[in-house]
């Protein structure tokens, strides 16, 4: 998202994923895969980052929502709880 080339420059993953969902009709899981390990694979780091597995650094957020896909539909709130980089919690 902040790093296109000058076509889109956007800070907000959920107001990107919202675009996704409405105008190319990904579905929340879609989108949120070409958010992490997709955007890890087209940087060339999928084998270390972009998703959460044995070997792979743990970078993951703990979010305050009931449900993953109200990322794509909630606009202009942060439902960031915790920080996690690395595998150390953030403060």
């Known amino acids: 998202t902040d790093m296109n080339p000058g076509s889109a ?6 107001l990107t994923m919202a675009i996704a969902c409405r105008y190319l009709r990904l579905l929340p899981s879609e ?9 890890a694979h087209a940087i060339g780091l999928g084998q270390q980052i972009g998703s959460l597995e044995v ?9 305050n929502t009931p449900d993953y896909r109200n990322l794509a539909y909630l606009l202009g709130g942060n439902v960031v709880e915790r920080v996690v ?5 953030l403060n």
């Open 85 to 89: 980089k690395g595998g150390c919690l």
């Open 9 to 14: 420059p956007c800070f907000s993953m959920p």
């Open 31 to 39: 989108a949120l895969t070409a958010g992490t390990l997709n955007a």
């Open 55 to 63: 070997g792979k650094r743990a970078d993951f957020l703990l979010l």
